[in-house]
T-cell receptor, first 112, second 116 residues
């Protein structure tokens, strides 16, 4: 079946360093991917998305990279700040269903 | 923009009662809304998809008579957990999408439901 997984459950990063959160997906038909940030007790907040016809997309302090060959995407956060501490989810979407398949999440801890 | 409001944010009730959760898109019209359930330290699991004016589509294993979904307008969807039991305790999150299916979903802040 479909799955979207994350390599690491927890990532600790020093404040000011760059963070890289990885995500693997299994369904080669997935053609749209989204990264969400979820703070404790809140709903997921949209960060950035990327379509399968792209390899890279940049936002404010964030970059998403997509490698369709190995079915892998990553979220890079530049100059990580304490406010970036949260759980990050990737979601893959298949154009046929448009349902989101969420990964298990990575908790990002920013160390002062 | 793209604000989704969910109410209530937290509810505690006795076993056997029914609980209604509202999901509103505040600044856009949502043709489609989604309901998810999230257990502690786990990911979001899609329960059902609702389109305005039509019946919701439930995911496999989700009891439609247990989780009643109504999407009566382009800005409001409701989830009613009927005859709730302790195993229904969870974090319920809605999302809304405007327009075409390749647009991102925007999520509410969730409702923490505790059944005693």
């Amino acid at each position: 079946g479909e799955s979207v997984g994350l390599h690491l459950p927890t990532l600790s990063v020093q404040e000011g360093d760059n963070s890289i959160i990885n995500c693997a997906y299994s369904n080669s038909a997935s053609d749209y991917f989204i990264w969400y940030k979820q703070e404790s007790g809140k709903g997921p907040q949209f960060i950035i998305d990327i379509r399968s016809n792209m390899d890279k997309r940049q936002g404010q302090r964030v970059t998403v990279l997509l490698n369709k060959t190995v079915k892998h995407l990553s979220l890079q956060i530049a100059a990580t700040q304490p406010g970036d501490s949260a759980v990050y989810f990737c979601a893959g979407v298949t154009s046929g269903t448009y349902k989101y398949i969420f990964g298990t999440g990575t908790r990002l801890k920013v160390l002062a | 923009g793209a604000v989704v409001s969910q109410h209530p944010s937290w509810v505690i009730c006795k076993s056997g009662t029914s609980v209604k959760i509202e999901c509103r898109s505040l600044d856009f019209q949502a043709t489609t809304m989604f309901w998810y359930r999230q257990f502690p330290k786990q990911s979001l699991m899609l329960m059902a998809t609702s389109n305005e004016g039509s019946k919701a589509t439930y995911e496999q294993g989700v009891e439609k008579d247990k989780f009643l979904i109504n999407h009566a307008s382009l800005t409001l969807s409701t989830l009613t957990v009927t005859s709730a039991h302790p195993e229904d305790s969870s974090f319920y999150i809605c999302s809304a999408r405007a327009g075409s299916r390749d647009q991102p979903q925007h999520f509410g802040d969730g409702t923490r439901l505790s059944i005693l």
